[in-house]
């Protein structure tokens, strides 16, 4: 059999695309929160609802408040690397949406670039996302405060 | 709740060292953190748990972890225990199907985040929405909480949970926390008591813990939480749980 040439794909890896949003948080939010992305495995991976081969949730944090946490969405995709499923958390997706969602009901595919990183800036601008990256930020600069007093 | 005194008499009356709260405005508690203070308590933010709040001892040194829409996630490093309160999915508005999934999910995440039933105390006090008998809170594909001391502590590779709450059946009246008549197609239509405010403990927790005790909170100094005459809730439409323990 003759295979010719067969081309590797030209397409970015979604999790390299969501990470490029990320840019400029950190200062935005005064260093007081940040986000990141983690690889969904074990248990995780089944019961995050994506069924996809490759699973991340991307989080938000705060590198004062070391143990807190706030998923924000996660998202997954096959090996073809696209279309892009995200299961966003419940109050942003309604929040987008417009309306209460069936529970479970809280996923986009997206199969364009343009598109995903549309959505995403949709996600960051809902007041749910704003008013949960607002408190984290006040919890961190208190706990900042003190340990500056400490030291 | 309107008025922020019936709050205010529990925290006199009991001195718990956290008080968690459904279905109240932070609003509210913001506006009476001066109050709270001045009786040694305040309210603790945790942003992004929409649908529980934290009211704790000013003295308690208390670690935010994960924080979702349902439950909050507390950790006391001074005794090394982590504290989950929740406030589910109603059984008004999810089949029971969707219930189960969603509690062996649940289940699923302490797993994982907090760590296993036998290697970490645990502590998960607040409305489940669902029953201790109910399927999604005893089954495998479920939460897996028993009520034995003695248990099989593990169904195939899943670790159980220990349900103090069946204790509080022994009542001799209004078996639960909760009134709900209204036909709703689920266990609703034919028990109208629901023990939904219920307390699971991880088994590290209950082999380790002292003095624990689950009790209902019926009435304080001032207030009356339930009216034994009319048989009837009152302050609020569930009736406060409360659990001690010491290390």
Redesign the interface.
Known sequence: MNWGEIKESKAEYPEVIVESTFEGFSTATQGLANLYITELE???R??SGLKRDFQFAVY?GSDH?T?????VFSFGYNIQLRPVLLRV???IFEEIEGHPIV??DNKIELSDDNDLKAYLERIYATQRFL??????M??ARKKKDEDTHLY | MESVEPILDILETEEPDLFFLSEIEEDFLDKNQHTLIKIGFEHFLNPGCERVKIIKRKTLALDLHKQTRYYTTVYIKEINLFILSVHLPSQMFNHERTLREFLKKFRDEIDNKVGSSLRKRVLIIGDFNINPYEGPMIDKDGFLATNSYNARIRIDERNTYFNPTWQLYNRGYFPGTKYFPRPSGFSFDITEFHFLDQVVVSQKFQKEAKATEISIIESTMKFSFFNKAKNKIEQSDHLPLMYKFKF
């Open positions: 074990d248990t995780l089944l019961t938000l408040l143990s807190y946490s706030f998923q958390e419940s109050l529970f479970g008013n949960v990256v607002g408190g984290v006040k919890l």
